[in-house]
């Protein structure tokens, strides 16, 4: 009886149902009619204005000006490919989702499966732009788009190389930089100066760029069943040309604005994403919290469309919401998973599916609000499947549930956003392959170290010092080492710094700094106890602010 109660507990975790909407069901049976066997390029016609590529390296996927991506809207079908040309694809679809309550309403916003997001932005008139004024589109640059050869993205988008430029250089004469669209501030002054400030992220190789709104009454109920939450939502999308990992990741920023006049608290965002790696069906799903990771892989040593070789896939939070003391901002706070055989729609009711998305921001389960328990503890937890499949520790996925279609989300809050606030939140989205499907995992893992430090760092106000002298985090000395080496670090301003050791494997060693500090140099000692530490290769990660850093070193005995 015992045995049974337990596991009918662990079953019903499985049913989680979180990013569902009205017509979960009959989407779920395309998808599995589909099977991801093959794709071709539909004769549908795209619209460049509202469906553009960010395909600057070994990604190539699709971002649409409703806020959502990854999914093919010629065919409705997946499209993150992976590699690109490959025809292979690794997620069908992901999306920004938020929620909080105003007053004592429960309001959702964002994209999923469905999108309560219009194109545009608030006019100086607190007036929605019209949809069909010209600036309203996905903006598109290039670093070197004059000169660039730009044959893979015309193959890539099935165009010609003449359409590809001239779409660039439009966009980038037309690079709205007063209402959001990013640029580099070579001369520090705080405003855009045309042939001397860089359109586009800093250091990126190419970047998209679009607005859109929280503010439509009809999306908000059709999508969420609720009232619309006001926010303008300023996306931008990049990517690196450069050597592994760079070329397996892309980076999106999200700058949330408060265009109501509600106070929304309680509020949460998460990454929401529909992973289909290859075959749709043999997919599993877990989270790394301290990389703030959630990611899938294949539960089986071959996949029907990848082979062998089979990529594992995954969503980082580089930079989280503030805390609602401005100072600090959140880690992922919960991740919540759905696995899509085991949810009929009565887990999502069509009048409850504001409660049921913002139960799952939460790191809660459906309309109930019920927590995670975790089947190999009993224990509640915000992080559910947090174990570790390279070693098969801890609560993994496929311990009671077989592999199929998974679901993911990554979450961050509780914060307060007051009429006219603004949030900023950064996700890495990474696709790694190794040999098989665990060494996919361990590449995986060993990019999202390395995506940290592309952080990107916001337009600087005027001050007479350079961007790379701000922070600094030293190589440690000597390395290699034994049993003691030296940090050292810099900070121009007071921050909460914390600096933070870890295994090869994302595992937490030490912890040297967690407080609030002055501006200025620090030295920290990490020094390694007698048979502590095994030989070998470490790495060591400094969070200041918004700056983020990592390092290697070595433990030599």
């Not at 939450?229 to 996306?235: N, R």
């Not at 350079?466 to 940090?487: A, D, G, H, W």
Request: charged share 25%; hydrophobic share 35%.
């Amino acid at each position: 009886m015992k045995t049974d109660s337990r596991k009918a507990a662990i079953l019903f975790i499985g049913v989680i149902c979180f990013v569902c909407c009205q017509t979960s069901h009959a989407q779920n049976s395309e998808k599995e009619s589909r099977r991801q066997l093959s794709k071709s390029f539909s004769s549908k016609e795209v619209d460049w204005r509202k469906s553009q590529k960010i395909n600057i390296n070994n990604i190539s996927t699709w971002i649409h000006w409703n806020g959502e991506s990854d999914i093919d809207r010629t065919t409705n079908d997946a499209g993150f490919e992976f590699p690109k040309g490959s025809n292979k694809y690794c997620f069908y679809q992901s999306g920004l989702i938020w929620g909080g309550k105003v007053g004592d309403e429960i309001r959702v916003g964002g994209s999923k499966y469905s999108s309560s997001l219009t194109p545009g932005w608030i006019e100086v008139n607190g007036t929605p732009v019209d949809e069909n004024d010209e600036r309203v589109r996905i903006y598109k640059t290039r670093s070197n788009y004059m000169t660039a050869d730009l044959t893979d993205e015309a193959k890539d988008e099935q165009r010609t190389v003449e359409e590809i430029r001239a779409q660039y250089i439009k966009d980038s004469e037309e690079w709205h930089t007063e209402l959001g669209a990013p640029y580099q501030d070579i001369n520090g002054d705080g405003i855009f100066t045309p042939n001397l400030d860089k359109i586009g992220i800093p250091a990126a190789d190419q970047t998209l760029w679009f607005v859109a709104l929280d503010t439509d009454e009809d999306l908000s109920q059709l999508a969420f069943n609720c009232k619309p939450t006001g926010i303008e939502l300023q996306t931008s999308v990049w990517g690196y040309d450069a050597n592994f990992p760079y070329n397996n990741m892309i980076f999106k920023r999200y700058v949330l604005i408060n265009k109501s006049s509600d106070t929304i608290k309680d509020m949460y965002i998460g990454m929401w994403s529909d992973p289909d790696i290859g075959w749709a069906t043999d997919d599993f799903v877990g989270c790394n919290t301290v990389l703030n990771l959630g990611y899938g892989y294949n539960d089986e040593t071959k996949d029907e469309v990848y082979g062998f070789e089979v990529p594992a896939v995954g969503f980082q939070l580089i930079q989280g919401p503030k805390k609602n003391d401005r100072t600090k901002y959140f880690d992922m706070t919960s991740f919540a998973f759905f696995i899509s055989e085991y949810c009929p729609d009565t887990f999502e009711p069509p009048d409850k599916a504001n409660v049921f998305l913002y139960n799952s921001l939460q790191g809660l389960i459906d309309c109930t609000g019920s927590p995670f328990i975790n089947p190999l503890t009993h224990d509640t937890t915000k992080y559910a499947l947090s174990g570790n499949p390279l070693n098969k520790t801890g609560w993994i996925d496929g311990i009671i549930n077989k592999s199929g279609d998974r679901r993911m989300l990554i979450s961050s809050g509780p914060f307060n956003m007051e009429p006219g606030d603004t949030q900023e939140v950064i996700y890495a989205q990474i696709a790694a392959q190794g040999t098989d499907r665990l060494a996919s995992i361990l590449w995986l893992i060993r990019a999202a170290f390395t995506s940290q430090c592309l952080c990107y760092e916001p337009t600087k106000p005027a001050l007479n010092v350079t961007l790379p002298e701000y922070f600094y985090l030293s190589q440690n000395y000597p390395n290699p080492f034994n049993p003691v080496t030296k940090i050292i670090y810099e900070i121009p301003i007071d921050c909460h710094v914390t600096l933070k050791v870890y295994d090869l494997l994302g595992k937490e060693i030490a912890t040297l700094v967690n407080e609030y500090k002055q501006a200025g140099q620090y030295s920290v000692e990490f020094r390694v106890k007698s048979g502590e530490l095994s030989s070998g290769i470490y790495f060591y990660s400094i969070q200041a602010g918004q700056y983020f850093k990592y390092r290697k070193m070595i433990l030599a005995k």
